[in-house]
């Protein structure tokens, strides 16, 4: 079974920093694109970020600038560095990662993201 953990979420007021981390364990050959996700209460999901197996990234305008996404390839894992938070940033974040040949889709449990003074 694969699993999708995440960590790094919490409280920070604005204009503060968290790293997010998830990593894929359990029977895993290959990993394609990883990426974060995002859902504000009453919102929908959104991309927040992305990687490829290739380390090629892509972000939603909202956060280009201030988020950084990297991988571990060794580790299975992803990371999301986030930076000059904003209150707009507020909402449970959860990683997803394409899995084996035939890339099939995982997700994490999420994590809780409050930017608040």
């Known amino acids: 079974q694969v699993q999708l953990v995440e960590s790094g979420g919490g409280l920070v007021q604005p204009g503060g920093s968290l790293r997010l981390s998830c990593v894929a364990s359990?029977?895993?050959?290959?990993?394609?694109?990883m990426g974060w996700y995002r859902q504000a209460p009453g919102k929908q999901r959104e991309l927040v970020a992305g990687i490829t197996s290739g380390g090629w990234t892509s972000y939603a305008n909202s956060v280009k600038g201030r988020f950084s996404i990297s991988r571990d390839n060794v580790k299975n894992t992803v990371y999301l560095q986030m930076n000059s938070l904003k209150p707009e940033d507020t909402a449970v974040y959860c990683c997803n990662a394409e899995i084996g040949s035939s890339r099939s889709p995982y997700w994490g449990q999420g994590t809780q993201v409050t930017v608040s003074s």
């Open positions: 359990g029977s895993i050959l290959s990993i394609g694109a």
